[in-house]
């Protein structure tokens, strides 16, 4: 500071002498014009300027360390300062420009060496810079990225994202941002409501679940809940009916299947009750072919003409039927012991005579009648339990003489012709029992052989009234029955298996309407035994009930359109509630089934098993014969059914 003041005070000196020293002006010019630096006493004292060293003048690289009084700085300026005179020095038009080149030199920050992306600012050092860096940035220029994902994950919930020079949290789907860090679940159900269309939406955390009734399945494309067709994974043993949301299964009851506790297996039809199917092996079964063909066929030759004699047991419920044929052919003399209306009837034909004789008592009373037939003379003799009931006095021989030989034919249990030859016809099929036979004083052993070694041909060893249904086979009649619009069926039977059809009235492959038991109901799933009456698969009538006891029961019936009334035992049955049932079509032409279906698809009702046990069926209050059906099952018996045991 003195040295400045005294500078100051030799100016003001030199000043204040002038009033009294004077100059030429060329001696005034001279002065100002000496090669003595400018301001070299200030530059002798501190820090030369730059601009007035190296940019007014041309500097030394020693005047140059004492403008920066350091050798870095220094050693980095002068190359450039002298490049800048090189370039812009030679000419006084680029002055400006020598300025600003030599000015640029010495900041180290210029052109600025930064990332210009990651730094805050760029510090001039001597000889050097410093990168000032955004958080998120490093290294000597800011170029460096630094990843904060790679530590504690940057402090995300979910998922850290690393960008140059920072990060970024998110989450997962099914949650949002809370802040910076945070995730909370979405609830989806809420803020989008027909994210699920149809389907309920149910929310979850950090999800959502569109949930469909059991047995559908949600459709992500039309959002909604499509019906699985569970069949195509065969679910079912059996036979499989997809169904609105679920399925049915099927077992064929023809086949002794029925559907097992779990919906989907079949089991084994098991009887109830042990039947008494004890047989006389000494017996012979007249009633074994539907046919109405002979079930026996003889043929005697004598040498010497005899008289006809026949003797046998008889026991039967049926009032109508042929017991045996004795004769030659259809044109020959011939006579044919028939039932008719529960009794004997005698039809005779020698030559051009025809007869039919009928008398005597009831012997379609269940109980052993002997019965016998013998010629005398030029009569007939019949006799029930030793007893004469008819004499028809006859004409002819019954023996055809051929070649020598006195031939009779004999035939049980039908004729040898077609029955439109009968003197009188008869419905020729006779459920009835016959033992202790002889024929024509004899006892013919090859035909007791035979009916030994064929349980078929033996009759019941106990019997009572009533047509028994073995469980296999049905009768069938070609008539509905129906009366007008209403339908009537009344049922006495006494079942040995809780499951099978009782009634049914089918129309090519549908059973539009069946009566039958079953040990659970399809409807409500109940494992308990009951009756059903169903329209098509559709029960609409039940009632829960246990008839395998050994005991008789009625069940009623009463069908009008397409309402119906049940009754069992007298008890009224409670109607189902069920929609869209179509009503039966009583004037339609239907078939009439009893004891069983025939081979219609699984799925057109309920029950398929057939009936196993005794049973007795009146259609709008008439007995419906077993015997006038168009087909039946050979082992369906008509008028007779051995008795079921009471005890289990």
Same mark, same amino acid.
């Not at 004891?595 to 698809?601: A, L, R, T």
């Not at 799925?603 to 087909?631: K, R, W, Y």
């Given at each position: 500071?003195?040295?400045?003041?005294?500078?100051?005070?030799?100016?003001?000196?030199?000043?204040?002498?002038?009033?009294?020293?004077?100059?030429?002006?060329?001696?005034?010019?001279?002065?100002?014009?000496?090669?003595?630096?400018?301001?070299?006493?200030?530059?002798?004292? @501190?820090?030369?300027?730059?601009?007035?060293?190296?940019?007014?003048?041309?500097?030394?690289?020693?005047?140059?360390?004492?403008?920066?009084?350091?050798?870095?700085?220094?050693?980095?300026?002068?190359?450039?300062?002298?490049?800048?005179?090189?370039?812009?020095?030679?000419?006084?038009?680029?002055?400006?420009?020598?300025?600003?080149?030599?000015?640029?030199?010495?900041?180290?920050?210029?052109?600025?060496?930064?990332?210009?992306?990651?730094?805050?600012?760029?510090?001039?050092?001597?000889?050097? $810079?410093?990168?000032?860096?955004?958080?998120?940035?490093?290294?000597?220029?800011?170029?460096?990225?630094?990843?904060?994902?790679?530590?504690?994950?940057?402090?995300?919930?979910?998922?850290?994202?690393?960008?140059?020079?920072?990060?970024?949290?998110?989450?997962?789907?099914?949650?949002?941002?809370?802040?910076?860090?945070?995730?909370?679940?979405?609830?989806?159900?809420?803020?989008?409501?027909?994210?699920?269309?149809?389907?309920?939406?149910?929310?979850?955390?950090?999800?959502?679940?569109?949930?469909?009734?059991?047995?559908?399945?949600?459709? =992500?494309?039309?959002?909604?809940?499509?019906?699985?067709?569970?069949?195509?994974?065969?679910?079912?043993?059996?036979?499989?009916? =997809?169904?609105?949301?679920?399925?049915?299964?099927?077992?064929?009851?023809?086949?002794?299947?029925?559907?097992?506790?779990?919906?989907?297996?079949?089991?084994?039809?098991?009887?109830?009750?042990?039947?008494?199917?004890?047989? =006389?092996?000494?017996?012979?079964?007249?009633?074994?072919?539907?046919?109405?063909?002979?079930?026996?066929?003889?043929?005697?030759?004598?040498?010497?003409?005899?008289?006809?004699?026949?003797?046998?047991?008889?026991?039967?419920?049926?009032?109508?039927?042929?017991? $045996?044929?004795?004769?030659?052919?259809?044109?020959?003399?011939?006579?044919?012991?028939?039932?008719?209306?529960?009794?004997?009837?005698?039809?005779? @034909?020698?030559?051009?005579?025809?007869?039919?004789?009928?008398?005597?008592?009831?012997?379609?009373?269940?109980?052993?009648?002997?019965?016998?037939?013998?010629?005398?003379?030029?009569?007939?003799?019949?006799?029930?339990?030793?007893? %004469?009931?008819?004499?028809? %006095?006859?004409?002819?021989?019954?023996?055809?003489?051929?070649?020598?030989?006195?031939?009779?034919?004999?035939?049980?249990?039908?004729?040898? $012709?077609?029955?439109?030859?009968?003197?009188?016809?008869?419905?020729?099929?006779?459920?009835?029992?016959?033992?202790?036979?002889?024929?024509?004083?004899?006892?013919?052993?090859?035909?007791?052989?035979?009916?030994?070694?064929?349980?078929?041909?033996?009759?019941?060893?106990?019997?009572?009234?009533?047509?028994?249904?073995?469980?296999?086979? $049905?009768?069938?009649?070609?008539?509905?029955?129906?009366?007008?619009? @209403?339908?009537?069926?009344?049922?006495?039977?006494?079942?040995?298996?809780?499951?099978?059809?009782?009634?049914?009235?089918?129309?090519?492959?549908?059973?539009?309407?069946?009566?039958?038991?079953?040990?659970?109901?399809?409807?409500?799933?109940?494992?308990?035994?009951?009756?059903?009456?169903?329209?098509?698969?559709?029960?609409?009538?039940?009632?829960?009930?246990?008839?395998?006891?050994?005991?008789?029961?009625?069940?009623?019936?009463?069908?009008?359109?397409?309402?119906?009334?049940?009754?069992?035992?007298?008890?009224?049955?409670?109607?189902?509630?069920?929609?869209?049932?179509?009503?039966?079509?009583?004037?339609?032409?239907?078939?009439?089934?009893?004891?069983?279906?025939?081979?219609?698809?699984?799925?057109?009702?309920?029950?398929?098993?057939?009936?196993?046990?005794?049973?007795?069926?009146?259609?709008?209050?008439?007995?419906?014969?077993?015997?006038?059906?168009?087909?039946?099952?050979?082992?369906?018996?008509?008028?007779?059914?051995?008795?079921?045991?009471?005890?289990?």
């Amino acid at each position: 500071m003195r040295e400045f003041v005294s500078s100051c005070c030799f100016v003001l000196l030199c000043i204040g002498c002038s009033s009294q020293l004077s100059v030429s002006p060329k001696q005034a010019n001279e002065f100002l014009r000496r090669h003595r630096r400018a301001n070299q006493v200030f530059e002798e004292t @501190k820090q030369g300027h730059l601009e007035r060293e190296c940019v007014e003048e041309r500097c030394t690289k020693e005047e140059a360390r004492e403008v920066f009084e350091n050798d870095p700085e220094t050693d980095y300026f002068y190359p450039k300062y002298q490049a800048c005179l090189d370039k812009f020095g030679g000419s006084e038009k680029k002055k400006s420009d020598l300025i600003t080149c030599v000015h640029n030199i010495p900041d180290q920050c210029s052109p600025n060496p930064c990332n210009h992306l990651g730094m805050v600012r760029c510090e001039d050092k001597k000889g050097r $810079f410093q990168c000032h860096c955004f958080t998120g940035w490093s290294g000597v220029k800011c170029e460096k990225d630094v990843d904060e994902c790679s530590k504690e994950n940057g402090g995300c919930e979910h998922e850290c994202n690393n960008t140059m020079g920072s990060y970024r949290c998110s989450c997962r789907d099914g949650y949002r941002l809370s802040g910076h860090h945070a995730c909370l679940d979405v609830d989806e159900c809420v803020e989008t409501p027909d994210v699920c269309g149809t389907a309920r939406c149910s929310n979850l955390v950090g999800s959502y679940d569109c949930l469909c009734e059991e047995g559908y399945i949600y459709d =992500n494309i039309t959002k909604s809940c499509a019906d699985v067709d569970e069949c195509e994974t065969r679910v079912c043993e059996e036979e499989c009916v =997809n169904t609105a949301g679920s399925f049915r299964c099927y077992c064929d009851g023809r086949q002794g299947k029925r559907l097992g506790p779990d919906f989907r297996s079949c089991e084994t039809i098991e009887l109830h009750l042990p039947r008494d199917i004890k047989r =006389n092996s000494r017996s012979l079964y007249l009633g074994r072919m539907f046919s109405g063909i002979p079930v026996v066929r003889l043929r005697f030759r004598r040498r010497v003409q005899t008289g006809f004699t026949a003797e046998f047991d008889l026991r039967t419920y049926d009032p109508e039927g042929v017991i $045996f044929f004795a004769g030659g052919h259809l044109n020959s003399s011939w006579i044919v012991l028939v039932m008719h209306n529960g009794k004997l009837e005698l039809q005779l @034909k020698y030559g051009a005579v025809s007869r039919v004789t009928s008398s005597g008592p009831q012997v379609n009373d269940g109980q052993w009648h002997k019965i016998s037939v013998e010629e005398q003379g030029r009569s007939l003799v019949i006799k029930i339990d030793r007893e %004469a009931v008819m004499k028809i %006095a006859v004409n002819g021989d019954l023996f055809t003489l051929n070649k020598g030989m006195h031939e009779l034919n004999l035939t049980v249990g039908g004729v040898p $012709f077609r029955d439109d030859g009968l003197v009188s016809r008869i419905n020729p099929r006779l459920d009835g029992c016959m033992k202790d036979w002889r024929w024509l004083t004899g006892e013919d052993t090859s035909i007791q052989e035979t009916i030994r070694n064929n349980e078929r041909m033996q009759c019941y060893a106990v019997e009572d009234h009533s047509a028994f249904y073995p469980g296999h086979g $049905f009768a069938y009649f070609n008539q509905s029955h129906g009366d007008d619009q @209403k339908l009537h069926v009344h049922m006495t039977l006494r079942p040995a298996s809780s499951v099978g059809v009782l009634f049914a009235l089918v129309r090519q492959d549908r059973v539009p309407f069946s009566i039958s038991l079953s040990d659970y109901h399809p409807g409500t799933l109940e494992w308990t035994e009951h009756v059903l009456v169903s329209f098509g698969d559709v029960v609409v009538a039940s009632v829960p009930v246990n008839l395998c006891d050994g005991q008789q029961h009625t069940v009623t019936v009463n069908v009008s359109g397409n309402s119906s009334k049940l009754e069992v035992d007298g008890q009224l049955a409670q109607m189902e509630l069920v929609e869209n049932v179509d009503a039966l079509d009583l004037t339609s032409s239907y078939s009439t089934f009893i004891g069983g279906i025939p081979d219609v698809s699984l799925v057109s009702t309920p029950v398929s098993a057939f009936f196993t046990g005794c049973m007795d069926v009146q259609i709008n209050d008439q007995l419906l014969d077993v015997d006038e059906a168009q087909h039946k099952h050979n082992d369906i018996r008509s008028h007779s059914c051995p008795l079921v045991s009471a005890q289990q």
